[in-house]
């Protein structure tokens, strides 16, 4: 385990998958990820690569070839090799191997960077491409924070509150988490999407076309908060295990296929790509107030 620490927070972050596991606020006390209680939901804030959600029958179509990847990709189950950790940094590192191989038929260095910066975190991930060919990939995160903060607190208490007031659209998915081309209104109070226990019955909600860069979990009862900033991200998931109490805010570089006929890697939506001898880098910033 990396512990990562200053005068505001202290994060932790284990070698499997590069996953937080904490996110301790020290002035107030509060630890804002998610436990990851087994019999609920056994995740912290898995990192989704090199596919964000489900690929039609479980595979990669690549070069005209066929390759298994499970949802969200191997990264989450892969141990990452510590490179670089000071008080305040640490790199992490997934390199392509035998077993990557059979998922994934790319050589390349998966690199997630985690650096505190006052009562900030900002991730980076950092995909180098050192393969002869371009590198076609997606990435994502899926931190789940707690929720409420407080004991004596009830999750309706609180509410995602988005950079700007805009009309939701999410884009559903079928039961077996491919999206059915249907989308659906989400009803908001201004820049507010008010938590409920069954906001999330039918899965995730899924937006394609915000304006917003920026949201925030907050509450009318105090002014502590939970701001994500996602510049480089043009999806978001927000999603929670029904009654669950945690909200999971979820940038990504890519996403889950659509039904109907399967893809080329290439063609998939929302893909990245990354030359040869090129670096590719998307950050986001989790602040804690």
């Known amino acids: 385990m990396t512990t990562l620490e200053n005068h505001h927070l202290r994060v932790s972050i284990r070698p499997k998958g590069a996953e937080l596991t904490s996110i301790f606020h020290k002035s107030t006390g509060i630890e804002h990820l998610w436990q990851a209680d087994p019999s609920v939901w056994g995740w912290h804030a898995p990192n989704l690569f090199p596919v964000v959600g489900g690929c039609l029958n479980n595979q990669l179509l690549v070069d005209g070839k066929t390759y298994p990847i499970e949802r969200h990709g191997f990264a989450r189950q892969s141990t990452f090799e510590t490179t670089e950790s000071t008080a305040t940094h640490a790199v992490f590192s997934l390199r392509s191997s035998e077993s990557t191989r059979i998922h994934f038929p790319y050589e390349f260095e998966f690199q997630i960077i985690y650096e505190l910066n006052g009562p900030a975190l900002t991730i980076t991930y950092r995909v180098v491409n050192e393969d002869e060919k371009t590198v076609f990939f997606s990435v994502g995160a899926h931190p789940a924070f707690a929720v409420p903060f407080k004991p004596d607190e ?49 899965d995730a909600l899924v ?76 950050s986001f910033t989790i602040a804690i107030a």
Not at 190 to 197: E, M
Not at 208 to 215: G, P
Not at 243 to 264: I, Y
Request: hydrophobic letters at 40%; a negative charge.
């Open 154 to 202: 009830a999750y309706e208490d609180y509410f995602i509150e988005f950079e700007q007031a805009e009309a939701l659209e999410t884009h559903m998915l079928s039961s077996v988490g491919y999206f059915n081309g249907e989308t659906k209104p989400v009803a908001t109070e201004g820049s507010r999407l008010l938590l409920t226990k069954h906001l999330f019955d039918q």
């Open 207 to 282: 937006f394609k076309n915000l304006a917003s860069r920026r949201v925030a979990i907050r509450t009318e009862k105090h002014a502590h908060s939970v701001t994500v900033d996602y510049p480089a991200f043009p999806y978001l998931g927000i999603w929670a295990k029904p009654g669950a109490p945690f909200v999971c805010v979820e940038p990504w570089l890519g996403c889950a296929d659509s039904e109907g006929q399967q893809k080329p890697i290439e063609a998939k939506e929302a893909i990245q790509h990354v030359e040869p001898g090129h670096v590719f880098n998307a």
